[in-house]
């Protein structure tokens, strides 16, 4: 049976979407249908038919709204633009919380703080949900994280007699282990991206801050040992330049014991034959808080003067939140709290194994500029993977190339 779409308390937006003046300031507006929603998404491959799957499941379980998805794909942020300059705009859209402050401080996204429902609300992880937060706040209601994540070939510890490495140090013994028993390719890792991934993580755990404002303002000194730590390791040969398809395709192949990645790589690794693999949280500095890096893709409302396809969106967006246990599939982090105790989840593979990472997820500072400064990240690191800079002249250039963004 088709369910009936509750009405909710959409307060104050009758003053600050436009909508007459006058009216009362907390007033209660009713769905009364039929209405039509566009959606915008950026997915592709598993991930894209994941989230039509769920959209279509939406439509079948009601009959007051119709989500019509258009999957926007390749350049999808200027295109997000062009509809706003044009007064085009999708009534909902898919934002990575990194980059919510670009868009957000545009005002392209409706503030959300006062119609969002509550109880969808309550049941977001927090860490994430604060993310969604853009001066104070709330623009975007996340729908997942993606960590980074260690994984591990379970056969090649075993026949080894190594146990999973909880701390750094740990992950060095092990690896130096396997080597002296002839094991190459011991850890499989995408250099550059381990610029941002890896790396932020890392400073993170090692107390690393950032100064509050839309700028991005690191510690010197904190970015210095985080490079030192790369030097140590890049210097013993347990951190050298591999690019992505060949990390994984050594950890595909069973050629590498250990492997960081995002959560979405058990997409692949899940349909790999003969692949015995287990997921944990990256490496901990002795007596550090674990942290690692993570973004989420998130639900944003674009400037929309209609109340009823505001509401129609939210309901959409819990509906999407409520049922996330198929978007995990797609190897994705669902994000809504009683999804992620719910008995359907946790049947998933591995994702019992890698539960607490969740809380450790380290999200983008609330700067402008990260889809700028995320791939400066990179270029440093990969200078500095390659060996054309030490842990000084990195922390120099990245200083540069941020204020370079900036200018």
Not at 42 to 61: K, M, R
Not at 148 to 155: H, I, L, R, S
Request: hydrophobic fraction near 40%; aromatic fraction near 12%; charge should be negative.
């Amino acid at each position: 049976m088709k369910k009936v779409l509750a009405t909710l308390l959409l307060s104050a937006m009758v003053l600050s979407y436009g909508f007459a003046e006058g009216q009362a300031e907390e007033e209660a507006v009713t769905l009364t249908g039929p209405v039509e929603i566009d959606v915008w998404t950026l997915f592709g491959g598993g991930e894209a038919d994941a989230i039509t799957a769920i959209i279509e499941d939406f439509n079948a379980s009601q009959d007051l709204i119709t989500a019509v998805e258009q999957r926007a794909g390749e350049g999808y942020y200027k295109k997000l633009i062009t509809a706003y300059l044009g007064d085009t705009s999708p009534d909902v859209a898919i934002c990575h919380l990194s980059s919510l402050p670009d868009y957000a401080s545009k005002g392209m996204f409706m503030d959300i703080t006062n119609t969002a429902p509550q109880e969808l609300l309550d049941e977001i992880q927090p860490n994430i949900l604060q993310g969604g937060y853009y001066d104070g706040q709330l623009y975007a209601i996340p729908l997942d994280t993606h960590p980074y994540v260690m994984y591990y070939n379970k056969d090649i510890l075993a026949e080894n007699n190594l146990d999973v490495p909880e701390t750094w140090a740990e992950f060095e013994a092990a690896v130096m282990a396997l080597r002296d028993k002839g094991l190459e390719d011991v850890n499989s890792y995408y250099a550059k991206g381990a610029g941002e991934q890896l790396w932020w993580g890392l400073y993170n755990q090692l107390g690393g801050t950032v100064e509050s404002g839309s700028e991005l303002v690191l510690d010197r000194a904190t970015v210095l040992k985080t490079y030192e730590f790369f030097q140590d390791f890049r210097d013993k040969g347990i951190f050298r330049y591999i690019k992505y398809g060949d990390a994984e395709a050594m950890f595909l192949n069973g050629v590498s014991a250990f492997h960081t990645n995002g959560v979405w790589g058990q997409y692949a690794y899940n349909k790999t034959e003969g692949l015995n693999y287990g997921v944990t949280n990256i490496p901990v500095f002795d007596g550090a808080e674990s942290a690692t890096w993570g973004d989420s893709h998130s639900w944003v409302l674009p400037k929309n003067d209609d109340p009823q396809k505001v509401l129609a969106g939210l309901e959409f967006i819990k509906y999407v939140s409520e049922n996330s246990v198929e978007w995990s599939k797609a190897g994705h982090f669902p994000v809504n709290t009683t999804v992620l105790a719910s008995d359907d989840y946790k049947a998933l593979p591995h994702k019992s194994e890698y539960a607490h990472v969740i809380d450790t997820v380290t999200l983008a500072p609330p700067v402008k500029g990260w889809a700028v400064l995320k791939d400066k990240f990179k270029d440093v690191m990969e200078l500095f993977i390659l060996g054309d800079l030490d842990a000084q002249g990195a922390t120099d250039m990245l200083f540069e190339e941020i204020a370079a963004v900036y200018e």
